[in-house]
């Protein structure tokens, strides 16, 4: 298994552990990651949630070849069990982004509660450029949070920024040298161990109440869209290009 779990002093750590493959996430790592998270909910020790990568690597998102071989066709699919378990948390969720944070390794982060990233971090959502659309809600969260032209360049384009970009968007917290960022993360996590959790958990639980329904909704159809999107001819090209290692050519569409 390439998730690593851990509860220490009252916060539950979920590390993504596959620098090998890029922390590129499989259905089985998806799938794990949800059980950590509900595990998290359960357990009355836990009074917040951290998720970290490796040196150097976040996530580079799905990984491909596992991707193509069991796409997500529902609501029931390994990755949306994921989003549904992340943003059902009502326990506070901090990211250490220490590299690159790439398709979902940047939209899990709208759905965080704190996010730090390293000085040397660079995020991107490039789902257009892969023949597809965005998903985890990103096609209505980046704009509210960008505005419309800067959430052109990151989801139409793809365009990377850097975790200085992330902070002044919204999206992150601070921007920390690389070797910093997991320790800060982790003593903000452990500041809820001498906070009421009840008022906590009713706090994040207000905060994102105008906002859920919508983003429900939004994940609901993105995924309609994105699941067609994967026979699409211009998806197949984008993925052939990928596992050839060429550049993909849309001039035919």
């Known amino acids: 298994m390439s998730i690593r779990t851990a509860t220490l002093n009252g916060v539950a750590t979920i590390e993504i552990a596959r620098p090998e493959k890029k922390n590129a996430i499989t259905g089985a790592m998806y799938k794990a990651m949800a059980e950590a998270l509900d595990a998290a909910v359960a357990d009355n020790e836990v009074r917040a949630v951290l998720i970290t990568g490796q040196p150097g690597i976040f996530t580079s998102g799905n990984d491909i070849e596992d991707f193509m071989q069991r796409p997500p066709g529902s609501t029931e699919s390994p990755a949306f069990i994921f989003m549904k378990a992340l943003m059902g948390c009502d326990k506070p969720v901090v990211a250490a982004v220490t590299g690159a944070a790439i398709g979902i390794g940047t939209t899990m982060l709208l759905h965080c509660d704190f996010v730090y990233v390293s000085d040397e971090a660079r995020l991107a959502m490039p789902f257009v450029s892969l023949g597809l659309v965005p998903e985890f809600a990103s096609s209505l969260i980046v704009p509210q949070l960008m505005g419309n032209a800067r959430a052109a360049e990151k989801l139409l384009l793809g365009d990377p920024f850097t975790g200085a970009d992330a902070v002044e968007a919204g999206i992150a917290n601070a921007v920390l040298p690389a070797a910093e960022v997991v320790p800060h993360a982790r003593r903000i996590a452990e500041r809820f161990n001498t906070l009421p959790p009840g008022a906590v958990r009713e706090t994040k639980k207000l ?27 211009e998806a197949k090209e984008a993925f052939s290009a990928f596992f050839q290692k060429r550049k993909p050519d849309f001039s035919k569409f």
């Open 207 to 233: 905060m994102r109440r105008a906002r859920s329904a919508a983003a429900v909704e939004t994940i609901v159809v993105e995924g309609g869209i994105f699941a067609a999107r994967l026979q699409s001819p």
